[in-house]
């Protein structure tokens, strides 16, 4: 009998390979981890750790030698790197998804033509916008489709000439509307809302490189559907409801209000996670898929998407009877899915740098009531990396990371059962 575990081989070492590894370990398989910091939070929990940048062809070998499969945990991998290991190493969701989500440009119509509705967008600059000054004062070529300048062309402009583009761009969408640049952006990072002609000229500094201008969707409210597939079964998870504070996640809402009756998806949600797996299915996109959505009214638009678990997917782990990591490795191991149910209503809470010293009183707290016998610790001596229940219900992941700072994701916390009432009623004032 061949005793040899299979090994998972994950492209970075961030909180998403961290708990990838947890639900590979559960599984029964090894994990070997790729980052290029030595205090990298999947280091915990891998069984082999490779120290290496991740365009370092001698550590991605090292990497997913003796690999039964490879993923990725950020969607930023260089997408060209990996083409050097394809050949030899089954990376099993393939680099398409990757490549299609690294540029908004590509990924916003790469979702239009597999079926899905986008906020109106168009590249810029784009040699359509160019000021010619031989010009009728008549825009050339069709702004509808704008031809994008090159990287090394848009980083060449002068500030007056981005100006123009972005004044020409607008003329095209009307505001309000947001300019993101299209590769390296995220967490609000490297996007400016325009609402009036003042906002021009700042906004105007982010086309330095290629950008994507969006129509701003006065949305009701975010969601997102997490979809696992291994070819010919395709699972999601139930979808959550997404609260940003400051372009970043905030808590995540699930059942999501307006998508689902009691714990059951109703009839809006089945549309809209039908739409993502068709969509899916119709990109040939095998793993997991995360696609964030603006829902307005009974309309729904892609915003993006990701090919790795997803932060608004943390609370799958106690709030469902399987988890997106775990429905993961099941695809990278080969075996079969487990169609996921939710367990009761559930709140995740991301905690951020300045939320860190919270959720350790809240870990203290629950540590004082526990009996004779346990050590109580002040919240300063709760280890960054704590994970387990902190009083009935309030699931606590910290991910061990050495160094905090606002906005930087330590830890999240899942509540479950609660519902978004109980958690404004009997937490929200802790994080404040
Ligand atoms: P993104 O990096 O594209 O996910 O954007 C970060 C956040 O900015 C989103 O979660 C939304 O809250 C907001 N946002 C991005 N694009 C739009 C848009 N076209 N209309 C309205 N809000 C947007």
Known sequence: MNTK???????????????????????????????????APAFSEADRCVVGAYDDVDALEKLCDGSCAVTYEFENVPGAVLRHIEDKYNIKQGIAPLLDSQDRLREKANA????????????????????REDGDGQMPGNPQFPVPLSPQDASSLSGKERQHQLEQAVKVLGM????????????????YVIREDSDLEPASALLKVPCILEKFVDFDYEASVVMVSDGKNTIHFPIGR??????????????????????????????????????????????????????KGDDFYFNEMAPRPHNSGHYTIEGCSTNQYRELCRFLLGEPLETPRLLAPTVMKNILGQDLQ?????????????????????????????????????????YGK?????????GHITFTPMTLREFDEEWAYRFM
């Open 112 to 131: 239009r033509i597999h079926g899905l509705k986008t906020p109106d967008f168009i590249p810029v600059p784009a040699l359509d916008f160019m000021d």
């Open 358 to 398: 919270a959720a350790k009183t809240i870990v203290a707290e629950s540590l004082a009531g526990a009996g004779p016998g346990v050590s109580v610790d002040a919240p300063e001596d709760i280890d960054n990396a704590f994970c387990g229940e902190a009083g009935k219900g309030v699931y606590v992941h910290l």
């Open 176 to 191: 309000p509307c947001v300019l993101k640049t299209r590769t390296l952006g995220y967490d609000g990072h490297g996007q």
């Open 5 to 39: 575990k299979k090994t998972i081989a994950i492209i970075g070492g961030g909180q998403l390979g961290l708990m990838i590894a947890q639900e590979a370990h559960n599984l029964g398989a090894a994990v070997a981890v790729l980052d290029p910091a030595s205090d």
């Open 402 to 410: 050495t160094q905090s700072r606002p906005k930087r994701k330590m």
């Open 242 to 295: 997404n609260i940003h504070t400051g372009g970043i996640l905030d808590l995540s809402i699930v059942p999501a209000p307006g998508l689902a009756d009691g714990l059951k998806e109703n009839a809006s949600g089945a549309r809209i996670a039908g739409a993502c797996e068709d969509f899916m299915k119709s990109c040939g996109y095998r793993g997991i898929l995360a696609v964030e959505l603006f829902v």
